[in-house]
């Protein structure tokens, strides 16, 4: 084979190794890395604080172009509900806002009568951003968030914005926690429809340019899409499981997941059956040390999923095996009836010699039960065998006595001897009474 060949052949395995390297890449890494394009422009009116939204017409310098696109990456799944987006975000997942710049900002469009201007009086009415000094510059940036308490913080903003990014590069502008988010871009178009032409080192004029407001404003929800509820323990801090006891209370904690909705029922035995004290919602750092069982149950807003989680609190060995063991109070009243016992921390626990009676007396059943098994599978056949034999013996044993009965030898004529064989002295019958 040629050296051409040889390099053709390698660079054809070569190809088929990408392509299946790029196939079984993992399908997690391709969903982080997808993106959501939200946001589009509309006139906000002239000088009236960006407050006005209408639609782009063909009038507008703006008509048939975008500045820009505003994406959302890294979440796990989106939900869409109308124009209401919330993207769901799980383990390992960080969810960024980045801002891809589509124009040169001093020929949009490729029209070098269009630019961005600086807007040294601008200001936004809708998120109550004032004038300042330094104006809006080319292009404001304003980002407010929404807390899970509906508390608006204050907004972030960035003047000037547009001129600090390059065109064509997707530049990050944010990592999200959950919240509610506002996300506003304020920027002024310059149309300079009349200009004077240049002459030599005279450089052309714009005369009474046309100014109009644009605006980029969306809004967007992020949320955890684990329904988690974290408990921990109300003396030592440690956190809590399932069915774990916790004598002195616990306290509950959802820093990581602040839009569920927590609920906890608290029950306490009266009697055989449980009574119902308290069930209602939990709010964050709520603590509970009262005495009972605790039912704890999670529900994501968003996903609609529902996590449980059950405590006990106090020392009650009954109520700790209650709620660790899955035993109603019935069941475990019937245990100690017959001899079990419940230690300090729920485990109900059976006598060892009781144990050991219970296994010899079922060790000893089975060996019963596989003895008379075998029997009846290896004996019958021998014993039915064995039985047909002896009384077909014995059916002809009688038969052939039957027979000699009915027809005996007959002596001959003077012949005694079958007398004497009978045991009978001859003279006894000659000398008898002939009756």
């Known amino acids: 084979m040629t050296h051409a060949r040889l390099s053709r052949v390698s660079k054809l395995v070569s190809s088929i190794a990408l392509a299946f390297l790029l196939l079984a890449a993992p399908s997690t890494v391709?969903?982080?890395?997808?993106?959501?394009?939200?946001?589009?422009?509309?006139?906000?009116?002239?000088?009236?604080?960006?407050?006005?939204?209408?639609?782009?017409?063909?009038?507008?310098?703006?008509?048939?172009?975008?500045?820009?696109?505003?994406?959302?990456?890294?979440?796990t799944s989106v939900q869409r509900d109308g124009d209401s987006f919330t993207f769901i975000k799980t383990v390992g997942h960080t969810i960024r806002l980045s801002f891809k710049l589509d124009q040169d900002i001093d020929s949009l469009n490729g029209d070098s009568s269009l630019s961005i201007s600086s807007d040294k009086d601008g200001y936004d009415q809708k998120l109550e951003v004032g004038k300042s000094e330094a104006g809006f510059g080319r292009g404001t940036l304003i980002i407010r968030k929404t807390d899970y308490q509906n508390v608006s913080e204050d907004p972030v903003i960035y003047n000037d914005y547009l001129p600090s990014i390059t065109s064509g590069a997707d530049t990050e502008v944010a990592l999200l926690e959950e919240g509610d988010y506002e996300v506003v871009l304020d920027?002024?178009?310059?149309?300079?429809?009349?200009?004077?032409?240049s002459l030599g080192p005279i450089p052309s004029l714009s005369i009474l340019p046309e100014y109009s407001n644009y605006t980029i404003r969306f809004k967007f929800s992020v949320r955890n899409g684990n329904t988690m509820v974290f408990l921990f323990d109300a003396q030592s801090g440690s956190e809590l499981t399932n069915e774990s006891t916790a004598p002195n209370g616990?306290?509950?904690?959802?820093?990581?997941?602040?839009?569920?909705?927590?609920?906890?029922?608290?029950?306490?035995?009266?009697?055989?059956?449980?009574?119902?004290?308290?069930?209602?919602?939990?709010?964050?750092?709520a603590e509970y040390t009262q005495e009972g069982v605790y039912t704890i149950t999670a529900t994501n807003q968003t996903t609609g999923q529902t996590t449980e989680k059950i405590i006990y609190v106090g020392d009650d060995p009954k109520l700790k095996a209650y709620a660790t063991t899955g035993y109603t109070i019935a069941q475990i009243d019937d245990m100690v009836s017959q001899g079990a016992t419940i230690d300090s921390g729920g485990t109900i626990s059976w006598p060892e010699t009781n144990t050991a009676s219970a296994s010899a007396e079922t060790d000893e059943n089975r060996a019963a039960e596989t003895t008379g098994e075998s029997s009846g599978m290896n004996l019958t056949a021998p014993i039915l065998v064995a039985t047909v034999v002896a009384t077909g013996a014995a059916i002809a044993i009688a038969r052939r006595r039957h027979g000699k009965a009915e027809a005996p030898s007959l002596p001959r004529e003077g012949d005694t001897s079958f007398m004497s064989n009978a045991g009978v002295e001859p003279d006894s019958i000659e000398d008898g009474d002939p009756e």
């Open 30 to 75: 391709l969903a982080n890395e997808q993106n959501f394009s939200l946001g589009r422009a509309a006139n906000a009116g002239l000088d009236t604080g960006y407050s006005e939204n209408n639609s782009l017409t063909a009038s507008d310098v703006h008509f048939g172009w975008q500045l820009g696109s505003f994406n959302v990456g890294g979440f």
């Open 187 to 197: 920027y002024e178009v310059k149309h300079d429809v009349r200009t004077t032409p």
């Open 250 to 285: 616990f306290k509950i904690n959802m820093t990581n997941s602040h839009y569920l909705d927590i609920n906890v029922k608290r029950e306490v035995l009266s009697g055989e059956s449980f009574d119902v004290r308290f069930n209602g919602p939990a709010e964050d750092g």
